[in-house]
């Protein structure tokens, strides 16, 4: 089976900044897409940024310009860095790999969610 751990989330003061970590582990051949989704209390999950492998990222508007997504394919890991935030930003933070094909899997592809991790923005 696929696991993604995440780590590096918090508490910040607005302006501050963390870095969240995912890594997928598993028999996993190869992942396409590797990002991040948020949850605030009583909205609903939202894309933040997502990276397909060789892909350019996409980023959520309300993170452009502050967020910055990475990938490293031979980890099978997901990197954001997240600067200037912001109150909105609390949420719990979720990893997502999409369109993962491991050994026990064959042809077919999966989507896999972590745990979450939670962001606290506040002075």
């Known amino acids: 089976q696929v696991q993604l751990v995440e780590s590096g989330g918090g508490s910040v003061q607005p302006g501050g900044s963390l870095r969240l970590s995912c890594a997928a582990s598993g028999s996993i051949f190869s992942i396409y897409g590797m990002g991040w989704y948020r949850q605030a209390p009583g909205k609903e999950r939202e894309l933040v940024a997502r990276?397909?492998?060789?892909?350019?990222?996409d980023y959520a508007d309300s993170v452009k310009g502050r967020f910055a997504i990475s990938r490293d394919n031979a980890k099978n890991t997901v990197y954001l860095q997240m600067n200037s935030l912001q109150p909105e930003d609390t949420a719990v933070y979720y990893c997502k790999a999409d369109g993962v094909f491991t050994a026990a899997t064959g042809d077919a592809a999966y989507d896999y969610w972590g745990q979450g991790t939670q962001v606290t923005v506040s002075s």
């Open positions: 990276k397909t492998r060789g892909g350019s990222p």
